[in-house]
């Protein structure tokens, strides 16, 4: 016969310093891994969601990046007529020839400079990125002096509303438009005209990179391999997807330092709900006792404690995850080790993060609970009355 759970919450609510005590410990620690597991799920976010399953990314061969990249503008006309490029409205290639550089803005709040990515792209670049959306402004013109700046760049660096100009290269860009790519990485770049970037940073006759939109997602993976098997190019192509999982390297450290004290922060609540129950079990040895005489068998007492610390933990566990929702949705920046830039990503609490932290928390009840719920039921019955 089964102990009811009602018994274990009255339980609780009888020792209310211990059970709040206990579960703020669990509280903190679920806080602060709920807290880890935003930040790389937002990380992975604005890496992973930025790349298309249908683009190409073109480099010389052995880059690893953008900025190390590099190749003969000659090769780029061979590169548009490869098979398996899908065609605007007019029938032409959708391809774009790209630089990426770095220059340095000072942020809105003043708290120093960051390097940020200037992308110079051919119109065609912005039919390849159709997740970015124009929020504020028009698009800039080819061959003038103007950039557009992602919806980070706009709200976390000065002189980045539509109107102002930005300073980098050789003078001032006006800012004509603010692109909103859903969260994505390229919210943490500016565009402008690729040839006024290359010829402002001294980098004319080549590409950095270019850009190959695919018929559908099958003729992108034939394409990749076409750019790389084909000698007269001595290219490398790679999945936009492929590029961009790779950057989420960047969050190593993040995992690293946080499961780290996320996983000592563990231990210390699982020994805060062992002493919890422990102390439970002391307080109520004739009770226990009256159980058995009554008919309950060890294992239902062994249950019924286990039981009661689990639900410690899952209070633990609701309290933390209600503590991390006002910072959800919050942003922060990340040096990029292939960029060598910022990358503003935000806090993402899901619903798959909210079920790993309820899960994190039983696990640390379970392994606090059992040795008293296991103590509590090989305790001698006429030991117990007497106590």
Same mark, same amino acid.
């Given at each position: 016969?089964a102990i009811?759970?009602?018994y274990?919450i009255?339980?609780?609510? $009888?020792?209310?310093?211990?059970?709040?005590? =206990?579960a $703020?410990? #669990?509280?903190?620690?679920?806080?602060?891994?709920?807290?880890?597991m935003?930040?790389? =799920?937002g990380l992975?976010?604005?890496?992973? @969601?930025s790349?298309?399953?249908?683009?190409v $990314?073109?480099m010389?061969k052995?880059?690893? @990046?953008?900025?190390?990249?590099?190749?003969?503008?000659?090769?780029?006309?061979?590169?548009k007529?490869?098979?398996g490029?899908?065609?605007?409205?007019?029938?032409q290639p959708l391809a774009?020839?790209?630089?990426?550089?770095?220059v340095?803005?000072?942020?809105?709040?003043?708290?120093?400079?960051?390097?940020?990515?200037?992308? +110079?792209l051919?119109?065609?670049?912005?039919t390849l990125?159709?997740?970015?959306?124009?929020?504020?402004?028009?698009?800039?013109?080819?061959?003038?002096?103007e950039?557009v700046?992602?919806?980070?760049?706009?709200?976390?660096?000065?002189?980045a509303?539509?109107?102002d100009?930005?300073d980098?290269?050789?003078?001032q860009?006006k800012?004509?438009?603010?692109?909103?790519?859903?969260?994505? /990485?390229?919210?943490?770049?500016i565009? *402008?005209d690729?040839n006024?970037i290359a010829?402002?940073?001294?980098?004319?006759?080549g590409?950095?990179?270019?850009?190959?939109? @695919?018929?559908d997602?099958v003729a992108a993976? /034939?394409?990749?391999?076409?750019?790389?098997?084909d000698?007269?190019?001595?290219?490398? +192509?790679? $999945?936009?997807?492929?590029?961009?999982?790779?950057?989420?390297?960047?969050?190593?450290?993040?995992k690293?330092?946080?499961?780290?004290?996320?996983i000592i922060?563990? #231990?210390g609540s699982?020994?805060a709900?062992?002493?919890t129950?422990y102390?439970?079990?002391?307080y109520?040895?004739?009770?226990? @006792?009256?159980?058995?005489?009554?008919?309950f068998?060890?294992?239902s007492?062994? =249950?019924?404690?286990? #039981?009661e610390?689990?639900l410690l933990?899952?209070?633990?566990?609701?309290?933390?995850?209600?503590?991390?929702?006002?910072f959800?949705?919050?942003?922060? +920046?990340?040096?990029?080790?292939?960029?060598?830039?910022?990358?503003?990503f935000?806090l993402?609490?899901?619903?798959?993060v909210?079920?790993?932290?309820?899960?994190?928390?039983? #696990?640390? *009840?379970?392994l *606090? *609970?059992?040795a008293?719920?296991?103590h509590?039921?090989r305790?001698?019955?006429? =030991?117990?009355?007497?106590?």
């Amino acid at each position: 016969m089964a102990i009811p759970i009602s018994y274990n919450i009255r339980n609780l609510k $009888l020792r209310k310093g211990l059970t709040i005590m =206990t579960a $703020l410990g #669990i509280a903190l620690t679920v806080t602060t891994a709920v807290f880890l597991m935003a930040l790389l =799920t937002g990380l992975k976010k604005a890496f992973m @969601a930025s790349g298309d399953p249908v683009n190409v $990314l073109v480099m010389r061969k052995g880059s690893t @990046a953008e900025l190390s990249g590099g190749f003969d503008a000659n090769l780029f006309p061979t590169l548009k007529t490869l098979p398996g490029i899908a065609t605007d409205k007019e029938g032409q290639p959708l391809a774009s020839g790209e630089w990426v550089v770095v220059v340095v803005l000072p942020r809105k709040d003043g708290t120093g400079e960051v390097n940020v990515s200037v992308r +110079g792209l051919m119109p065609a670049g912005l039919t390849l990125r159709p997740s970015a959306k124009l929020a504020e402004g028009r698009w800039f013109t080819p061959g003038q002096r103007e950039v557009v700046v992602g919806r980070s760049i706009h709200n976390r660096f000065s002189g980045a509303k539509v109107g102002d100009n930005l300073d980098f290269a050789k003078g001032q860009w006006k800012v004509v438009g603010v692109f909103d790519s859903g969260g994505t /990485a390229y919210d943490s770049e500016i565009w *402008g005209d690729v040839n006024q970037i290359a010829a402002d940073f001294d980098r004319q006759g080549g590409y950095s990179s270019a850009y190959l939109r @695919a018929t559908d997602p099958v003729a992108a993976d /034939a394409l990749k391999h076409r750019v790389s098997d084909d000698q007269r190019l001595k290219l490398e +192509g790679t $999945l936009e997807t492929e590029y961009y999982e790779k950057q989420t390297s960047s969050g190593g450290a993040i995992k690293f330092i946080g499961s780290f004290v996320a996983i000592i922060m563990a #231990i210390g609540s699982s020994f805060a709900a062992m002493n919890t129950m422990y102390a439970a079990v002391a307080y109520r040895s004739r009770e226990i @006792a009256t159980l058995r005489i009554i008919g309950f068998s060890r294992p239902s007492i062994l =249950t019924s404690f286990v #039981i009661e610390a689990l639900l410690l933990s899952l209070l633990g566990a609701i309290v933390g995850i209600v503590l991390i929702l006002p910072f959800n949705g919050m942003s922060t +920046g990340i040096g990029n080790s292939l960029t060598f830039s910022e990358t503003v990503f935000s806090l993402h609490l899901t619903w798959g993060v909210a079920l790993a932290a309820v899960g994190f928390a039983l #696990i640390m *009840g379970l392994l *606090g *609970g059992f040795a008293p719920a296991w103590h509590a039921a090989r305790q001698d019955i006429l =030991t117990s009355l007497r106590a």
